[in-house]
């Protein structure tokens, strides 16, 4: 982005009204990926701001399908023109990255075929080299974001797993990684519902993908049906928060379409070129609040949010961000998530953590943060009767058994 188009990005962003998310879109994948950052930053922007802005998580443009037909043709390996027999040029899925095709191959296997978007890479670094240039300007436009966090290091960490997710073998490498941690927690904390798809990397490369056709419906598709039962969801909770909490490994965009139900009954986790990391010194605050949550312990769940400051605030910080917590969680034991929704306390705690208690979130939260506004709004469109935290109570307890919590 040059410096006029950054200035409107920063208007779109921080107005009052509505951002033209179109708009954004067609400023490139930085645009995209920095919306979907601001997204999840209540302590900068309103909260119904940052729930217009989540759209972005799921709003894309297709690629027209004589340009997919030419990328195929300069980027597929040769191999893969060898191997497939039929290719549906209408997309089943498209995001911010790639979208992705239905195929068969010549020996009769179905699969789907992921195509990355031509030209984003160049384009993106591009304007991540502009944008640190300009993020001077931004802080002198902004001073809120020299408080709230380092934006030079949060720009580096969206190039950094944007890069990741623009080289479609790192799909490959993140659906193995994520297999090698269930297949290891086997004993401690088995996950058989847990599937992964297969991939062909002798089909593969950095532009184009090729895995399974896994028979099935995606979350999404199961919750415009109205056929998602509970017990579905609270095992989907106890596998994904034992990796972002008990292992700080974790898919760092499992939103409802890219999660499947199988005609086996069994969770498949796709787009996995985005794994994210949290270290223990981010997990496991967050799994002490979630888990004085979950036994409506509030203060003990209010005091692990001071683990995310550098250092203990003084005792009138600690008082007035307690007193305000307090506020904020008041009947929180006796509410489900339709009448209380999760996604915003926790857009209030972190505004308020911040604020009152000096915690730093940093870009490693991001991800989980995310993960739960994900959850929450799986939630309130299938079982909005739920109290959601104190169903996760039996799953906090196992984690904190079988992925040694401490």
């Known amino acids: 982005m040059r410096v006029l188009t950054f200035l ?3 208007r779109e962003i921080r107005k009052d009204g509505p951002a033209d998310l179109d708009w954004i879109q067609k400023q490139g994948l930085l645009a995209v990926k920095l919306t979907q950052i601001f997204a999840l930053r209540p302590d900068m922007l309103s909260i119904e701001k940052c729930r217009q802005l989540q759209k972005m998580y799921r709003n894309a443009a297709t690629i027209p399908s004589e340009d997919v ?21 209408k997309p089943l899925a498209a995001a911010s990255v790639g979208q992705v095709h239905r195929a068969r191959l010549t020996n009769g296997e179905e699969v789907v075929v992921k195509v990355v978007k031509a030209d984003h890479k160049k384009k993106f670094q591009r304007d991540v080299r502009r944008m640190v240039r300009m993020m001077r300007m931004a802080i002198a436009l902004y001073p809120k974001l020299r408080r709230v966090g380092n934006p030079i290091a949060l720009l580096r960490h969206v190039e950094d797993y944007t890069t990741r997710e623009l080289d479609l073998r790192n799909e490959i490498s993140g659906g193995k990684e994520l297999m090698d941690i269930r297949d290891g927690l086997v004993d401690d904390f088995p996950m058989p519902r847990l599937k992964f798809p297969k991939y062909y990397p002798e089909l593969s490369n950095e532009y184009v993908l090729v895995s399974e056709f896994v028979t099935g419906k995606t979350l999404e598709e199961r919750i415009v049906e109205e056929d998602l039962a509970w017990d579905y969801l609270i095992d989907l909770f106890r596998i994904h928060g034992a990796y972002m909490f008990g292992i700080g490994t974790f898919h760092g965009d499992l939103h409802p379409g890219n999660c499947l139900i199988d005609d086996n009954g069994d969770f498949v986790f796709i787009d996995n070129g985005a794994i994210c990391r949290a270290p ?8 002490e609040f979630f888990e004085g949550l979950s036994k409506n312990q509030l203060d003990d769940a209010f005091e692990a949010l001071l683990g995310l400051a550098e250092e203990r605030p003084s005792e009138d ?20 998530v339709g009448e209380q929704s999760l996604t915003d306390l926790m857009m209030k705690t972190v505004r308020t953590a911040v604020e009152d208690a000096g915690a730093d979130f940093g870009e490693e939260a991001f991800p989980i943060i995310r993960s739960l506004m994900y959850m929450d709004g799986l939630v309130i469109r299938t079982h909005p009767e739920v109290k959601l935290i104190a169903e996760m109570g039996p799953s906090l307890v196992e984690f904190r058994e079988g992925l040694s919590m401490e």
């Open 69 to 89: 037909l030419e990328i195929l043709k300069e980027k597929a390996p040769e191999s893969f023109h060898a191997s497939i027999s039929w290719f549906d040029e």
């Open 8 to 10: 409107r990005f920063l």
């Open 317 to 336: 910080r600690v008082t007035r961000f307690k007193t305000r917590m307090a506020e904020i969680y008041k009947g929180f034991g006796e509410k489900s």
């Open 280 to 287: 223990r010194g981010v997990s496991l605050p967050l799994f």
